[in-house]
C-alpha cells in the first residue's frame, strides 16, 4: 500500500513539474517574441545643408526594429526626402546630436547605449551626402549589413561550438531565408531556418532545474556531488565610465564620442554548480576583470578589448548588494534590449530570452569608477 502511494505521488509530482515546464517554454517563447517586436519610434530630421527647397520638409516618423539597423530603413526614408536632395550620388548615413551612429550596431543597442534617458520619438539626422569615412566603416547598403550580420553569426557559431562549419556550409535558399527573416521580422521563418545551424544554446536554469527534478525518483538522490555545468556565451558588451554618481537617468553623463565608449568582445563562459546559479552580476564581472579583480569566474584567455567602437571583432539594477571591497567599479545600469534587469537573475535566462538573431548577447553597461580607474 505504502509503495503504491509512493508511486502515485511521484506520478503527480512529475505532472505538475511537467506543467511547469510548459509553463516556462511558453514564457521564454512569449519573451523572444517581444524582443523581435521591439521597435523604436524615430524622427528623421534631413540635414539642413542637403535641403534645396522651401519650406523644409518635415521630419519623417518611422518606426525601427530592435534587431534590424539603420542602413536597411533607407528604402522608407530616400523617397520622403528625394524631392529635395542636391544633385549627387547617395551616401547615406546617421548622426546623433552631431554624433556619426556605426551601422553595424543594431538599432536597439545603439538606442539604450546614447539614451540614457529614453527620448520618443529618438530624434536622429540622416545625411545623403559627404560620408564620414574617417569615422565609419563603409557602408553599400542592404549587402554591407547582411554580410556584417552573417560575419557575427559565424564568430557566434565559432565561440559556441569552436567552429563556423554550420555556417559555412548553410545553403543559399537557407541564407536567403535566415537574412529575410530578420530583415522582416519573421520569428517563425528565423527559428525554421536557425534550427538548422545546430548552435549549441545553453538551457535557461530554471527548465534545467525542471527537468533534473522529473529524473529524481527520491529527495534522497539529490545528495550526491555536486556537478558543474558550462557554456560559452558570445558577448558584446558596450561599457562608458563616469566618475561622479547620479542617481536619475537624465543627470547621467551623455556620450558624444566614440572614444569614450569601450567595445569590449569577449565569451561568457558560464559557471554553474548545484544550489547555485550564475547571474548578471557574474557574467559582466567576468567580462571586466580589470574593474572587477575579486571575481572568481574571470577567464582571462578570452580577453579581446578595443577601446573604439569602429573595430568589429521594467526592473532597475541594484549595484550596492553587489559591491566587493576588492573592486574598482560600481555597476551603475546594465541595459539589454530596452530593459534593465535586476544583477541577480540567472544569466542562462538572460541569454534564452535576449539574445539577437546573430546569437550575440549585447550589454549596455555604465560604471562609475575614481579618476585613477577610468578606462584608458
Not at 556605426?102 to 540614457?116: A, E, M, N, Q, R
Not at 543559399?172 to 527573416?181: A, C, K, R
Not at 564620442?257 to 548545484?274: A, F, G, L, M, Q
Amino acid at each position: 500500500m505504502f509503495f503504491k502511494h509512493r508511486r502515485q505521488e511521484e506520478k503527480e509530482a512529475k505532472y505538475r513539474f511537467c506543467e511547469g515546464l510548459e509553463d516556462l517554454k511558453r514564457e521564454m517563447s512569449e519573451a523572444q517574441k517581444l524582443v523581435w517586436e521591439g521597435s523604436i519610434p524615430l524622427q528623421i530630421h534631413l540635414h539642413q545643408s542637403q535641403v534645396t527647397t522651401l519650406p523644409p520638409p518635415p521630419p519623417a516618423l518611422v518606426l525601427a526594429p530592435r534587431i534590424g539597423y539603420l542602413p536597411l530603413l533607407i528604402s522608407l526614408i530616400k523617397p520622403y526626402f528625394s524631392s529635395t536632395l542636391p544633385p549627387g550620388v547617395d551616401t547615406i548615413w546617421f548622426e546623433y546630436k552631431g554624433l556619426p551612429l556605426k551601422w553595424y550596431i543594431p538599432t536597439g543597442v545603439l538606442f539604450d547605449l546614447l539614451c540614457t534617458e529614453p527620448e520618443r520619438p529618438w530624434n536622429l539626422t540622416v545625411h545623403f551626402r559627404g560620408y564620414p569615412s574617417n569615422l565609419l566603416l563603409p557602408c553599400e547598403g542592404e549587402d554591407s549589413v547582411k554580410w556584417s550580420f552573417i560575419n557575427s553569426l559565424k564568430e557566434a557559431a565559432y565561440v559556441m561550438n569552436g567552429n563556423s562549419k554550420n555556417i559555412m556550409n548553410m545553403s543559399q535558399p537557407d541564407q536567403v531565408e535566415l537574412w529575410h527573416s530578420v530583415f522582416s521580422g519573421n520569428l517563425e521563418s528565423y527559428h525554421r531556418v536557425s534550427s538548422k545551424l545546430k548552435l549549441g544554446t545553453f538551457e535557461n536554469e530554471y527548465t534545467d532545474s525542471i527537468n533534473s527534478a522529473i529524473s529524481q525518483r527520491s529527495t534522497e538522490e539529490t545528495h550526491g556531488a555536486g556537478q558543474m555545468k558550462t557554456g560559452r556565451i558570445p558577448v558584446r558588451l558596450y561599457a562608458w565610465t563616469v566618475g561622479e554618481d547620479f542617481d536619475d537617468l537624465e543627470d547621467a553623463p551623455q556620450i558624444d564620442n566614440w572614444d569614450k565608449v569601450s567595445y569590449i568582445n569577449r565569451p561568457v563562459e558560464i559557471h554553474k554548480e548545484d544550489g547555485k546559479h550564475f547571474s548578471l552580476n557574474d557574467a559582466v564581472k567576468s567580462i571586466l576583470p580589470e574593474f572587477f579583480p575579486a571575481s572568481t569566474f574571470v577567464n582571462e584567455g578570452d580577453a579581446s578589448i578595443n577601446q573604439n567602437t569602429g573595430e568589429e571583432g521594467d526592473d532597475t539594477c541594484d549595484p550596492v548588494s553587489s559591491f566587493h571591497p576588492l573592486d574598482k567599479a560600481e555597476i551603475k545600469l546594465v541595459r539589454i534590449q530596452g530593459i534593465e534587469p535586476k544583477l541577480e537573475i540567472p544569466f542562462s535566462w538572460v541569454v534564452s530570452n535576449l539574445m539577437n538573431p546573430e546569437y550575440f548577447l549585447h550589454m549596455c553597461v555604465c560604471l562609475k569608477v575614481s579618476e585613477a580607474n577610468a578606462m584608458q
